[in-house]
Protein backbone atom coordinates (compact mmCIF):
# COMPACT_ATOMS: atom_id res chain seq x y z
CA UNK A 1 0.00 0.00 0.00
CA UNK A 2 1.67 3.00 -1.43
CA UNK A 3 -0.41 5.51 1.71
CA UNK A 4 2.16 3.16 4.54
CA UNK A 5 5.14 3.89 2.16
CA UNK A 6 4.45 7.71 1.86
CA UNK A 7 5.72 9.11 5.41
CA UNK A 8 8.77 7.71 5.02
CA UNK A 9 9.40 8.80 1.30
CA UNK A 10 8.34 11.94 2.50
CA UNK A 11 11.15 12.18 5.39
CA UNK A 12 13.31 10.39 2.60
CA UNK A 13 13.09 13.26 -0.04
CA UNK A 14 13.16 16.11 3.04
CA UNK A 15 16.44 15.21 4.26
CA UNK A 16 17.90 14.09 0.99
CA UNK A 17 16.34 16.85 -1.60
CA UNK A 18 14.89 19.51 0.89
CA UNK A 19 11.25 18.43 -0.79
CA UNK A 20 12.28 19.91 -4.20
CA UNK A 21 11.92 16.13 -6.19
CA UNK A 22 8.91 15.23 -3.69
CA UNK A 23 6.39 17.71 -5.94
CA UNK A 24 7.75 15.52 -8.77
CA UNK A 25 7.27 12.27 -6.89
CA UNK A 26 3.58 13.53 -6.04
CA UNK A 27 3.02 14.06 -9.38
CA UNK A 28 3.94 10.90 -10.98
CA UNK A 29 1.57 8.75 -7.94
CA UNK A 30 -1.23 10.63 -9.43
CA UNK A 31 -0.66 10.54 -12.61
Same mark, same amino acid.
Given at each position: ?????????????????N??K +????H?? +?M?
Amino acid at each position: QIEDVMPEIEEYYKKNHNGRK +LTWYHSV +LMA
